[in-house]
């Protein structure tokens, strides 16, 4: 059972914000749309609630089987949080969470004391029962954000949607959220979709994280599969940081321009030279603040800079000076092509 | 040592205006509340509630009631259709909204009298069924309609315009209709504007001079509004009446401009937030 | 604070879907939208031009030349040519004051520069009464020294002054307060003196603000008719205005004259609202949306 968008084309203009997007989220499963601006990831979040509709015919969405591809939104049953919040200013918080609840239709509506309770157990799984009577002025931003996932989850939402939830706090704000959601969405199980263009927050939430670049799917695996293995120099370039070297290749008879990338933790600094796969290099800067170092380098056969990560012991029993020449051993290399720029 | 302003003529600039404002609006503002001072209380109350004082106070205030509610809703009406919807002609009648700031009030008050008359353009569809406009306190009630019909328009506008497309998105992804997010989401949001501009609109009207004395029959106790009154007891040269009244119009002026305030107040309170 | 200005930034267009209402609901609303207008503005604007020639071109011509209208058409511009320079210079002033600077009491201000707006026209007239008239403060002196306020050219340009007060400082205060100071700032640190500040600095940012209260001030005191009708006397051909003139001759049964002089005062409104919308225009090419020009 699952939540499926298949064959999404949207334009905006001339601009083509998502061309032929397929995907599938199983059920319960949180799933990250990563992408830098302009990749057509929060128009993806959009036509799944009903907000954009896609421009081709043969679009479909499908929640559990159910074809909503031209449902409006206030059908659909799908929560989204908004990143501004979008919290009702005129309605306290306990009346944003049970508005979903008040405007069911008369036949549907639950009765006043059941939506009283609803909303006071939602105010308990988000941890704001002393908010309850509380206007949106009078909260934090991420007390408003909570507030905004309860009343999305009031209405019991067959699909959760998340549009950048956490891009308007603060960085210690944003961290705790992180956690919290993550908590969150293994007491309740709700499939969720968040959108996010910051990647450390959707490779240590997410159970499975899509990457978005110029209206398509990248690749989309659990965090580890992309970080480790990514299928695209874009991707690659993209997650973490990433050394990259000039490596023309010659396939048969042509010579094809390549870039290699190397993670700044795959790089080992020694002073001898060890085997075939050693460079030399020269340093530039040490910088050892922080939990670990980080050297800058310069290779002296291409003159090429890059950095290398060593652990605070590896920095200790090294010390690199400045100006020192060394060596330096590649690992985990991948060599992608240059047919695209990034 | 001495405290100087990085920027220069405070004091020649503060000193002209309050010399500028005493001069033109405050002294003679004061001379109202100073003659009614030299009044007795028998004088006062005999010129502000004789029976044709009272009828005036009535109607004056009845009609301007109901006229600022016709503006409340169609100028909602208006406001909304202006901001929300694209048609042809819709730059014009933007403009137009202004005609009744623009117009000069006698100018409006012939036109309406004549285009109301029960020969008139709009008059006469109103005739056969007996009901007269032009000459009546339903005349009145047009001139005043007309009167205040920018101020809930142009109060509500700018904060329709600048209405949160998110928030209605979200009352859709909650589950509600058009109709519902309109009910319980932005008319209670366009409160504070609505009541402003319905408090602008009323206050004009009140004090409304130039349009109505021409669509009305003037017919003391029966059609006179209060400025009409206080102009006829100006032209007995009974300048302790009309000054009695004046002071009562002004007094509720002025608790209007103070609720008019209050309201921008808490408005702006309720828009100050992301 | 103030009562809202007229001015506001152009909107933008919705995008269709969730939140925009089916379509015949739009006609609908639309189509109320025009009716309403279209009975209480357009109609009556209509009527004025038409009910001028109703006695055909020969009397409208013969109207406008007639001595008297003359001479009310003078004077009005005569009123409007003092009363508008006057009230700019204080709203400037004014508005330097209260936009540039701090200072207790402000929002007192700001209220009574407002008033005269929340006053009846009549009141206002009364006032100048009661302070200018034979039995006011200043009668007696005003009598000694054979100087004719009320009922006379004077008295009406104080009355116009009270009603059109607060226009050009209205719409300059939210402006110049939305300004700020920091501009001005910058430009003494760099050694401008006040003056210099105030042109080459101030008055460029304010200039359509500027021409939008002007146009609104002489609106409105080419038009009065309540205050001025108080303090004029009537007096024909000697303190009768465009709109005094307009009753004289409605009055009179001339309700086709009437109407002559009125097309020229609704062609003044036509002007006006059209200037107004183009400033609208430039202003908000100066500001763009999003940014709010007034309270």
């Known amino acids: 059972m699952s939540v499926e968008v298949r064959n999404i084309t949207k334009k905006f203009g001339k601009f083509a914000a998502l061309d032929d997007v397929s995907l599938k989220i199983n059920s319960g499963e949180l799933i990250a749309l990563l992408g830098p601006s302009g990749s057509g990831k929060t128009t993806l979040l959009r036509i799944i609630a009903g907000l954009e509709f896609p421009d081709n015919a043969g679009a479909q969405v499908l929640f559990y089987g159910e074809d909503v591809t031209g449902a409006p939104a206030h059908k659909r049953r799908a929560g989204f949080a908004f990143q501004h919040y979008a919290l009702f200013r005129h309605l306290d918080v306990f009346e944003n969470i049970a508005f979903g609840l008040r405007v069911r239709p008369f036949l549907t509506r639950p009765r006043e004391s059941e939506i009283r309770e609803r909303v006071e157990k939602l105010l308990k799984l988000v941890q704001l029962e002393s908010l309850a009577k509380r206007f949106p002025s009078q909260i934090s931003g991420g007390q408003r954000q909570r507030v905004a996932l309860a009343r999305a989850l009031a209405v019991e939402p067959r699909v959760l949607l998340l549009d950048e939830p956490f891009g308007a706090l603060d960085a210690k704000v944003r961290k705790d959220l992180r956690q919290w959601l993550r908590q969150l969405h293994r007491e309740i199980h709700v499939t969720t979709l968040f959108v996010t263009h910051d990647q450390e927050e959707a490779l240590e939430v997410a159970d499975r994280v899509a990457i978005l670049r110029g209206g398509r799917i990248e690749q989309i695996g659990t965090p580890a599969e992309i970080y480790d293995h990514p299928a695209t120099r874009f991707v690659h370039d993209f997650l973490g940081n990433v050394n990259s070297f000039a490596a023309p290749r010659t396939v048969g008879e042509q010579s094809v321009s390549s870039t290699a990338f190397v993670r700044p933790h795959d790089i080992r600094v020694v002073r001898e030279l060890a085997g075939e796969a050693t460079l030399k290099a020269r340093v530039k800067r040490c910088n050892a603040v922080g939990p670990v170092a980080n050297l800058e380098l310069e290779r002296l056969d291409t003159g090429e800079p890059f950095t290398v990560q060593l652990s605070k012991e590896q920095f200790r029993e090294l010390r690199p000076q400045p100006g020192e020449e060394v060596f330096v051993e590649l690992q985990n290399v991948k060599i992608f092509p240059d047919d695209y720029s990034i | ?274 | 604070m103030q009562a809202p200005s007229t001015f506001h930034a152009p909107r933008h267009v919705r995008r269709c879907g969730p939140t925009t209402e089916p379509l015949f609901v739009r006609w609908l609303l639309i189509a109320a939208a025009l009716v309403f207008l279209g009975l209480f503005l357009v109609v009556p604007l209509v009527a004025v031009f038409v009910g001028a020639f109703a006695k055909g071109a020969g009397h409208y011509f013969h109207t406008l030349s007639d001595p008297m209208t003359v001479s009310a058409i003078k004077l009005t511009l005569l009123t409007a040519a003092i009363v508008v320079p006057l009230n700019c210079v204080f709203g400037v002033v004014a508005a330097w004051a209260i936009a540039k600077f701090d200072f207790p009491f402000k929002n007192i201000l700001t209220t009574l520069i407002d008033l005269p707006f929340s006053v009846s026209p009549v009141i206002a007239g009364l006032i100048y009464v009661l302070v200018f008239g034979a039995q006011g403060w200043f009668g007696p002196w005003l009598i000694a020294h054979n100087i004719r306020i009320i009922y006379a050219v004077p008295g009406i340009v104080l009355a116009t002054l009270f009603v059109t007060f607060p226009f050009v400082a209205r719409e300059l205060i939210p402006l110049m307060q939305a300004q700020g100071r920091t501009e001005e700032e910058a430009a003494r640190v760099l050694g401008a003196s006040g003056w210099q500040t105030f042109w080459r600095v101030t008055l460029p940012n304010i200039k359509w603000g500027l021409l939008y209260g002007v146009i609104l001030c002489n609106a409105r005191a080419m038009g009065e008719f309540g205050a001025v009708s108080v303090v004029s006397g009537h007096i024909q051909g000697v303190t009768d205005t465009m709109p005094l003139h307009i009753e004289v001759l409605y009055q009179g049964y001339d309700s086709a004259g009437a109407f002559a002089v009125a097309s020229l005062l609704a062609f003044l409104a036509l002007v006006t609202i059209a200037l107004k919308a183009w400033v609208e225009g430039k202003g908000a090419a100066l500001h763009p949306p999003g940014e709010k020009i007034s309270t």
Not at chain 2, 75 to 87: E, H, I, K, S
Request: charged share 10%; aromatic share 16%; hydrophobic share 60%.
């Open chain 2, 1 to 274: 040592m001495k405290k100087f302003d990085v920027l220069p003529g405070f004091k020649l600039t503060l000193g002209c205006t309050l010399f500028y404002l005493g001069l033109i609006v405050l002294i003679p503002l004061a001379a109202t509340f100073g003659k009614t001072a030299s009044l007795s209380w028998e004088q006062f109350w005999h010129a502000v509630a004789s029976p044709a004082a009272l009828a005036a106070f009535r109607l004056s205030f009845g009609v301007s009631f109901f006229a600022a509610l016709v503006n409340l809703v169609f100028g909602l009406l208006v406001a909304w259709v202006l901001v929300r919807y694209q048609f042809w002609g819709r730059r014009l009648m933007d403009a137009l909204v202004d005609l009744p700031f623009a117009l000069p009030t006698a100018v409006a008050g012939i036109s309406l009298a004549a285009v109301y008359a029960q020969n008139g353009w709009v008059g006469r569809w109103f005739a056969p069924f007996g009901i007269k406009i032009s000459y009546t306190s339903l005349g009145i009630f047009v001139a005043l309609t007309f009167i205040g019909l920018p101020f809930v328009v142009r109060t509500v506008q700018p904060v329709l315009e600048e209405f949160d497309v998110e928030i209605e998105e979200a009352a859709a992804t909650l589950g509600a209709n058009r109709w519902k997010t309109f009910w319980r989401v932005i008319l209670p949001m366009v409160m504070p504007a609505l009541l402003t501009g319905f408090a602008l609109a009323f206050a004009r009207a009140l004090g409304e001079y130039g349009s109505v004395v021409f669509i009305s029959s003037n017919i003391p106790m029966k059609s006179q509004i209060v400025p009409l009154l206080i102009m006829n007891k100006l032209n007995q040269f009974d300048y302790a009446g009309a000054t009695a009244l004046a002071v009562v119009m002004l007094v509720i002026s002025f608790l209007f401009l103070f609720a008019i305030n209050y309201l921008q107040w808490r408005s702006s309170r309720h828009r100050a937030q992301p």
